[in-house]
Structures are given as C-alpha cells and as structure tokens.
C-alpha cells in the first residue's frame, strides 16, 4: 500500500486521515497495514518517529467498523499495553485523533491517578482499554472491568513490555484474556532477539515487518560524545545549556536521585526547567511533560521513563547525562530529538568507566559518535581503550 487512497478504509477513517493532514503511509504503516486488518500477528519494528501508533490504530479501528452494529457489547475487544504512564496518554490521545468521527469509546488506565475517572470510563462500555499494566490489574482483580472478550492485545514498546521487569505484569494479564481466538500486535523500534523469542511464544504465524534501516538512528540526529570525570559533569551541563541553540533540551540520567540532584543544581542557575521520574506524582510528570510540550520549560531531567516513544515537538537536544547501559535504550532516547522533519543533536557524557559500553553502543549504532573534548582535557578514546567483544573500534575523526 503506497498511498492511504489505495486502501478502501471506512469513511470515517478516511477523514480523520485527512483532517491530520497524513498524505501517506509510512513505510511501517504501508506494510503493516493489510496484514492487520486481515487479522494477522504482527510484529512491527521501524525507527522512533514513524508512526508506529497509527500503524495499529488504523487497521484495527477499520476492523472494528466493519463489525455488525447491532453486536452485544460483551466487554472490551482491544487490549493496548504501554510501559509508562506517559506513553499510554499519548497513545490514548492518537485514538481520539483517528477515531474521531467514529464512535470507539476508550478508556486510558493509568496508575498515579485516581480511580473516579477511570470507573467511569469503564462504566461507558468501552471498546479499547489503554493501561500501564499495574493499574489494569487492580481493575481486573477488583472486578471493574474484564477481559475475557479482548480479541486484539497490542504491546506498543514490545521489547520492554517483555523484558524481566514487566514479565510477570504480562503473564497475569494474559491469563485475564479469554481462551478464544486472538490477534496479538507488537511494535517498537527496537526488537533484541532473546526478546523475540520470549514473543514468539505469544505470536501465532506471525508477520515480522522490519523497516529499521542498518543504521539504526535517522540521519538527521547529528551524534557526539564528551569524554568526561564524573565529577566535572555538572559543569559540562550547565555549559551547554547555555549555548543558545539549546532550545528544547532532554537530560537523561541513569537514577532518580541523580535526576533530582541535577534538578536542584540547574533550577539554581535559572533555567526553566522539570523533572520527570516515577518517584514523582503523577500530577507533577504530567505538568513536567505538558510544560516542557509547551515550551514554557527548556529543560527535562528524565530517567529511562521519558526514553521511549513520547513524541515530543521540536526537542532540540538529547543529554545522556549518565550514559545508557545498554544499545537499545540508547537509541530510544536519542530518538526523542528530531521527529518529524525536525534536526537534533544527541550528546553523551562518557566516564572512564562508560568506554566499554559506549564502544559497544556505537559498534551497534553503525555509525560512528563525533568526540568532543571538554576544557582541553583530551581523551584517550585511542590509547588502548578496551572494545567490545568483536566490536570495531572507530578511531577519532
Ligand atoms: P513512533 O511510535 O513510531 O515513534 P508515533 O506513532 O508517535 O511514532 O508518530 C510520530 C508522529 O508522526 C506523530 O506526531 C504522528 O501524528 C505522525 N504521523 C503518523 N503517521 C503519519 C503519516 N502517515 N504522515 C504524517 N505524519 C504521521
Ligand atoms: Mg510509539
């Protein structure tokens, strides 16, 4: 499907389509698509920024329209996970934009939040239920809700909804589900294979749409590196800050007191800046993220919970203040800059104790990271510094 016209979507559909001003299917929405809509497993794995929501959406919500009206409503048909309260809003607020002029009542259950809302949600007979998996436990465990008729169970950020520290969520939920016949849908932009594997076991004769290009960041994220002592950190940060194209700017730190920490140390300088991690409440993540949208804040400080899919306009820059410790994150946070058309410029701060995972970071990148030196201190990027297993060492350019 190369174009939205060739596909006969409902009416409703094609509107909605048109009123986003979407002239045409991404390539993971072009390929994933028609297998959804046919009722295929689908596991969808394409860069940050490329649509992965709509490609769920779309198809599903056509599937949805083409049902006989006049059904029994027998509880909610579609299951939409999301590892992070902040993730599951947006998805949420995608539906509402596609399904617009169709009636696909949802309901968005989140933890941090009280359960009023929520109940009554619930209470509206909804079709789709997007959750953080803790929350929709509680429902289910307390009767407000079951899931005995979901027919189409969608992990968006497929790979962390699997790993260890969701897994056990995952396996109680899908012991929730009903024993018929069920569509399973995973996407993200990253897919490691002993996750894949995990997933198969959940897929039945699955599609696997890979349009992840080689180089697994897009082009336009302009990639550096500053080989740092861990205590010169904050003043590199507050350096940069400064510098007048950083306009809209993510720090991420590897944990919450660090966050926190760095939080107190740049709000001293008079930035504009927020904070976002899961020991804070959700009234205040919400106000961090709608701040920071908004632009009346510059600055985020974010642990991995802001890292993935948050499809925030016109980030500026990327920190990773504290380096990621592995490749996959890496690439999820890098990809909050430079969505859509827009350029970014992604920075990582590398301690002696960060070279082993940095080289392996951008051995899997594909492309080489820019260094970059800070107060003259030179780096020994060159001077023998262990590589990864297998993993070419770039020299400096
Ligand atoms: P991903 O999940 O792949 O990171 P999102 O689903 O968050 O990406 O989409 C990123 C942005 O692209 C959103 O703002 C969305 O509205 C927009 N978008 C999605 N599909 C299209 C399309 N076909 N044409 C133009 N913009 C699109
Ligand atoms: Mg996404």
């Known amino acids: 499907m190369n174009s939205f016209s060739e596909y006969p979507f409902d009416e409703r559909i094609r509107k909605a389509i048109e009123e986003l001003g979407f002239t045409k299917p991404t390539p993971i929405q072009s390929q994933t698509i028609e297998p959804i809509a046919e009722g295929r497993d689908v596991i969808g794995i394409a860069q940050t ?5 709509a490609a769920f959406v779309l198809p599903t919500l056509q599937r949805y329209l083409q049902r006989d009206p006049a059904e029994e409503y027998k509880g909610p048909r579609v299951l939409i996970l999301s590892p992070t309260r902040e993730l599951a809003a947006q998805v949420d607020d995608s539906i509402k934009q596609l399904a617009k002029h169709a009636d696909f009542r949802v309901a968005l259950l989140l933890g941090g939040v009280p359960y009023g809302k929520q109940l009554q949600a619930l209470g509206n007979d909804p079709e789709v239920i997007v959750a953080t998996p803790g929350r929709l436990i ?7 809700t079951h899931l005995r008729a979901v027919d189409v169970f969608i992990l968006d950020e497929a790979d962390r909804m699997l790993d260890m520290g969701f897994m056990p969520a995952i396996h109680q939920l899908i012991g929730f589900l009903g024993k018929g016949e069920r569509q399973t849908l995973m996407f993200s932009a990253t897919f490691p294979d002993p996750i894949a594997r995990l997933a198969s076991r959940l897929l039945k004769d699955p599609v696997r749409v890979d349009v992840s290009p080689p180089v697994r960041t897009p082009e336009k994220i302009k990639q550096g590196a500053f080989y740092i002592e861990k205590v010169r950190k904050p003043r590199l940060l507050r350096e940069l800050l ?3 194209n950083m306009t809209s700017v993510m720090v991420f730190c590897g944990m919450k007191v660090e966050a926190d920490f760095i939080h107190e140390v740049i709000s001293g300088d008079g930035f504009e800046v927020g904070v ?3 020991d804070r409440g959700q009234k205040e993540r919400t106000r961090a993220l709608d701040e920071f949208r908004n632009g009346s804040c510059a600055v985020l400080i974010a642990t991995d919970i802001a890292a993935r899919g948050l499809d925030i306009k016109d980030v500026s820059h990327v920190i990773n203040y504290d380096l990621p410790n592995n490749f996959e994150d890496y690439v999820h946070r890098v990809g909050r800059t430079a969505r859509a058309e827009a350029e970014g410029e992604a920075l990582s701060f590398v301690t002696p104790g960060d070279l082993l995972t ?14 970059y030196d800070f107060e ?5 990027w060159e001077a023998g510094i262990p590589s990864a297993a297998g993993a070419g060492r770039r020299g400096r350019r």
Request: hydrophobic residues 30%; glycine residues 10%; positive net charge.
């Open 49 to 53: 920024g490329t649509g992965k929501t």
């Open 138 to 144: 509680d429902h289910v465990q307390q009767k407000n």
């Open 242 to 244: 400064a510098l007048p």
């Open 276 to 278: 976002l991690h899961s």
């Open 358 to 371: 940095f080289n392996k970071i951008e051995a899997d990148l594909g492309r080489p990271i820019e260094r």
């Open 376 to 380: 003259g201190v030179t780096m020994p």
